[in-house]
């Protein structure tokens, strides 16, 4: 798929020259695609621009965005851009999004645990973990059945150093552990995979979470004030969206069969109110979904945190419990796989598999002012390193009519 004359294809020192399906015969791309204006512009000529890359009226095929999207792994860097604000960022993603029946629309945050500040339509801050703190690689909220089709990431601010978001194929990866650790792979499709997700009672400024649990984009009352709504009926309301979510996904569809059980439990989901107000919802999903244009089985996790904060702290065995600097005791829970009766801790030397690929297949991206890194969350997963000085990067996310990616089980695999 070729670009227009207003843009070149650019070589970045990052880019990973990478096979996303290993073989003699398969094609070798740089990844990510990197892509600049050829000269000097403005945004307004930048927003005309990649409306033509974008959905277009009356054209039913992929966008040459999607098409681009697909031929390079997923991912597209674009640097250099006259963008300065979040409202600049605002206005390209409108153009971006395109027209007609392919047209992306705005993603539908539910459950949200994470901390997003609205900073112009459709733009958000991103993860507020301290800049210390390592975010491991993840597909898009891939801890629920509800998650955006893409992710656009913009930067306003660089960093003074560190900072980079490290980008990993995640159909090679799924093609690289299907080889060496098949039996990882059948299970997260065929067991899915466990989440506890820790949410607060209010909002928490600077920490990894912190959204509120009472927001309309976690578990509050939907175009509504909780402050109207007493206790009880607010705890009522919070446990309907709970079930409303796991009716749109959650777990196999063998377990889903139990009838002994509430369909919302059946399916994996569950949740427990502490003394303070704070709420922990357990989720059990697919750990692996079918590409939706490109056919190709995809790892869908959000496991790499969990795994190294389990392998720092040395608690793979239960009561997955270990002392701090402090000296009090603190937990961190191994990555999982669901179980029907029981959950089962996946072998740390899977994970040490997954993590190994993760690191080698990834491609840190390194930001400078103005750029735009487009994300196919079915194909992509991104991690964020550790930094110093300022960064500020922005995020939205987005659907697109058909763009699902359905849970993969072993006899769909391909």
């Known amino acids: 798929m070729a670009l227009n004359d207003f843009w070149q294809v650019k070589n970045a020192p990052y880019q990973k020259e990478l096979q996303v399906t290993e073989g003699p015969a398969e094609p070798k791309i740089q990844f990510p ?24 009226e009356g054209i039913n095929g992929p966008s040459t965005i999607r098409q681009l999207l697909d031929a390079n792994g997923g991912a597209i860097h674009f640097k250099g851009l006259p963008l300065k604000d979040p409202q600049d960022f605002s206005d390209f993603l409108t153009a971006l999004a395109g027209k007609g029946e392919k047209a992306w629309y ?25 800049p210390t703190h390592f975010i491991g690689w993840h597909n898009e909220y891939a801890v629920s059945p509800v998650h ?64 509120g649990l009472y927001k309309e984009n976690a578990f509050g009352p939907m175009n509504g004030d909780p402050s109207k709504l007493t206790e009880e009926e607010k705890r009522c309301g919070v446990e309907e969206r709970i079930r409303d979510l796991a009716q749109r996904g959650g777990w196999s569809p063998e377990a889903a069969k139990d009838e002994s059980r509430p369909d919302w439990q059946r399916r994996g989901f569950d949740w427990t109110w502490s003394d303070n107000g704070d709420l922990e919802v357990i989720h059990r999903v697919p750990g692996t979904r079918l590409h939706p244009t490109q056919k190709l089985g995809g790892i869908f996790n959000a496991m790499s945190t969990r795994y190294t904060n389990a392998k720092v702290n040395n608690t793979f065995e239960p009561p997955f419990t270990f002392k701090t600097s ?15 009766e029981k959950d089962e801790v996946i072998p740390k030397e899977w994970l040490d598999e997954m993590d190994k690929y993760q690191h080698l ?43 699902v990616g359905e849970p993969l089980t072993p006899a769909a695999a391909v």
């Open 33 to 56: 695609l990197v892509v600049a204006p050829t000269g000097p512009t403005d945004k307004e000529t930048v927003a005309k621009e990649i409306s033509h890359l974008a959905a277009q």
């Open 106 to 130: 705005p993603h539908v945050h539910v459950g949200m645990e994470v901390l997003r500040r609205p900073l112009a339509k459709n733009v958000m801050t991103t993860n507020e973990g301290p």
């Open 148 to 211: 955006p089709g893409y992710l656009v990431l913009f930067c306003q601010t660089p960093p003074g150093s560190g900072g980079e978001t490290n980008i990993v194929s995640s159909l090679a990866l799924y093609d690289r552990l299907k080889k060496v650790v098949p039996e990882f792979v059948e299970k997260c499709g065929t067991k899915g995979l466990v989440y506890q997700i820790p949410h607060t009672a209010t909002q928490v400024g600077g920490i990894v979470g912190g959204n």
């Open 326 to 340: 402090e000296g009090t005791e603190a937990v961190a829970i191994p990555p999982h796989f669901a179980g029907i």
């Open 361 to 403: 297949l990834g491609s840190d991206i390194q930001w400078g002012t103005g750029d735009v890194l487009v994300i196919d969350n079915f194909a992509v997963q991104h991690a964020r390193w550790a930094w110093s000085g300022d960064r500020k990067i922005h995020a939205s996310f987005w659907d697109e009519p058909g763009v």
